[in-house]
């Protein structure tokens, strides 16, 4: 069976220079194995620094593979590159391209020139997405004088305008607001659903957002593929464990619930505005939440909230690589 | 079909460049703009050319200066833009990476882009004839201007300037934005060696030989034979017009060829290096 994107032991290494000045050589990806079927929409998840982006830049012919090779729609990134961009297309999140002096329209009309598509059906399809990404009154804006999020919507009617068969989302929800987030995450979810034959390979390190969207998700941290399967076998996963999320006041070294017995995994994150600290704690044996209780206790700490969570993808994460996504 | 789609490609790269270079500002202040950057450029040479010729406007030599000023526009703003191109579009508009991945083909992209310098750059040359021969006497006749060589050797040497401009635009995938000082200095080697100014007989030998190498010497050694029926270069003088005709011919197509290649390994080592979207926030 063809896959729409396949990688083979697809390695990228970059070599970078140490803060001492010495060269080093950085594993972007290591290996990754991925087969991702036609008209899925597959979610890669993982902290910043992963190998998410990379992998992305390889499959989009931005980038070329150090080792091993990868097929987007059948064809080889390596040497097939002119086939396969006729069939792709890529938005990334966070960023701010687009030639300012055009409107929001001319930008967009002028992308999908270049994949050749009939002026008359590129500026119905520009309309079209235009209204239904909530953009419909900035067509005729200046791209210099929209906001982030209006930026971002333009760049995902760039990159759908083309009608690819295989698109890219590097983080296509990165620093928006949560209605923006929501309306495109909702877009994206239609958009490959309505036809059969289109695949989506978006990245994104928001557990929700890979869980919410995606009908399979690979984990990958320090460029390897740790896990790959649906949101729901991959919670499945830590799903006999217990998942205890507590809320206490500031601590300064929480680090030190990892070493106690019955713990299987654990991750903490910060809230400096609310001198908060959250601990989140994958347990074997709920007998453990009392030792847990007392050491913060002792520690001085106040407990604010405990809760028994539902595992989520970040539990997932947690208990493959020992650590949070953030 | 593919040389439809690539006239569509050259047709809206052709348009994505004008709208950058005239867009900025309201039409009449663009108009007023165009106008008096080329004389401005011209009248500093000129000045340049009175205070070493103690008061001097006249005669051979500074037609021929004034021409080869003229016309040397082309390549500083040709070359230039084509280059200039992949740093705007990497690391200011941060789109190259967005025209990279689509079907586009990159040299006809750059060479659309190129397009509307070639178009602005004809617009300034015209100009600075237009007051050479009205305001300084320049001698230019149009009943006895070589046309036909006008013509041939114009559209040889375009092609030549734009093969350069690919080639730099290569290179300028490898470097970060200073690089566009690669662009200047080829363009100041041009200018110092290709009879711009003064004549290459007034090199020292081992410059003379290698501006023989240049097919920008034989662009202007045409284009003056085609204005002013002669030349007073006499490092060039004595060869044939036909002959000047077929070396920058030959000279036109290698250098293309050239330059596409150059391009080609620049795109390898950009793409190996993962370079084509590479912001450097200098």
Same mark, same amino acid.
């Given at each position: ?326 | ?17 004008? /709208? ?37 406007? /006249? ?17 500083? /703003?040709v070359l230039f833009g084509v280059s200039w191109v992949v740093h705007e579009d990497r690391e200011h508009y941060r789109t190259l990476k967005y025209v990279y991945i689509s079907p586009a083909n990159i040299y006809i992209y750059l060479l659309g882009r190129g ?8 617009? =300034? ?64 080697? *041009? ?36 204005? *002013? ?8 003088? *004595?060869?044939?017009? =036909? =002959? ?39």
């Amino acid at each position: 069976m063809a896959y729409a994107i396949e990688t083979q032991e697809l390695t990228r290494l970059f070599k970078t220079k140490s803060k001492k000045g010495k060269k080093e050589i950085v594993k972007a990806l290591d290996h990754a194995n991925l087969k991702i079927n036609e008209g899925e929409l597959f979610g890669l998840l993982g902290p910043n620094g992963a190998g998410k982006t990379t992998l992305i830049k390889i499959l989009s012919t931005l980038l070329l593979p150090t080792s091993g090779d990868a097929w987007v729609n059948g064809h080889s990134v390596k040497n097939e590159a002119h086939k396969i961009r006729k069939e792709i297309n890529m938005v990334s999140g966070g960023e701010t391209s687009g030639y300012g002096l055009l409107t929001v329209r001319e930008n967009i009309w002028m992308f999908s020139q270049f994949y050749g598509i009939p002026s008359k059906i590129a500026k119905r399809r520009i309309d079209e997405l235009l209204v239904t990404m909530d953009l419909s009154d900035k067509a005729n804006a200046k791209v210099r004088t929209l906001s982030t999020g209006e930026r971002q919507k333009m760049n995902l009617v760039r990159g759908f305008v083309t009608d690819p068969t295989t698109i890219f989302l590097d983080e296509p929800t990165l620093g928006l607001d949560v209605n923006v987030s929501r309306q495109i995450r909702s877009f994206i979810r239609s958009w490959v659903r309505e036809q059969s034959n289109k695949t989506v390979l978006l990245t994104t390190h928001y557990m929700m957002e890979a869980d919410e969207l995606c009908d399979r998700v690979a984990i990958i941290d320090y460029g390897k593929i740790l896990a790959c399967d649906t949101p729901n076998n991959l919670k499945r996963t830590v799903g006999k464990d217990s998942t205890i999320r507590l809320e206490v006041s500031h601590m300064s070294q929480p680090k030190r619930f990892a070493q106690m017995q019955g713990i299987k995994n654990f991750s903490y994150s910060h809230d400096n505005e609310r001198t908060t600290t959250t601990l989140n704690f994958i347990i074997e044996d709920e007998a453990v939440v009392s030792d847990i209780m007392s050491e913060i206790v002792k520690n001085s700490s106040k407990i604010y909230s405990l809760r028994k969570t539902e595992p989520t993808l970040e539990d997932v994460f947690v208990s493959l690589v020992g650590r949070g996504l953030k | 079909m593919a040389i439809k789609a690539g006239l569509k490609i050259l047709k809206n790269s052709s348009w994505l460049g004008w /709208q950058m270079e005239s867009n900025w500002t309201d039409p009449f202040l663009f108009a007023i703009y165009s106008l008096v950057k080329p004389i401005a450029a011209t009248l500093l040479i000129v000045v340049m050319y009175i205070v070493v010729t103690m008061g001097q406007v /006249q005669g051979t030599f500074f037609s021929h200066m004034y021409i080869g000023n003229a016309f040397y526009m082309y390549v500083a /703003q040709v070359l230039f833009g084509v280059s200039w191109v992949v740093h705007e579009d990497r690391e200011h508009y941060r789109t190259l990476k967005y025209v990279y991945i689509s079907p586009a083909n990159i040299y006809i992209y750059l060479l659309g882009r190129g397009m509307t310098k070639i178009f602005l750059t004809t617009v =300034s040359v015209i100009i600075t004839i237009v007051f050479g021969v009205f305001v300084l006497n320049i001698p230019i006749n149009v009943m006895t201007i070589d046309y036909p060589l006008l013509f041939i050797s114009f559209i040889l040497g375009i092609l030549c300037i734009v093969g350069l401009g690919i080639a730099l635009g290569g290179i300028s995938l490898l470097t970060a934005k200073h690089g566009g000082r690669i662009n200047e200095g080829v363009a100041g080697i *041009f200018y110092l060696f290709c009879g711009v100014i003064f004549p290459i007989s007034v090199l020292p030998n081992w410059c003379r030989s290698f501006s023989l190498y240049l097919p920008i010497t034989y662009w202007l050694e045409a284009i003056r034979r085609a204005i *002013f029926g002669i030349t007073i270069d006499q490092a060039t003088n *004595f060869i044939p017009t =036909s =002959s000047v005709i077929s070396i920058l011919t030959v000279s036109t197509i290698l250098f293309f060829i050239l330059a596409l290649n150059i391009f080609k390994i620049g795109d390898y080592f950009a793409r190996k290096k993962g370079l084509i979207d590479m912001t450097t926030a200098y």
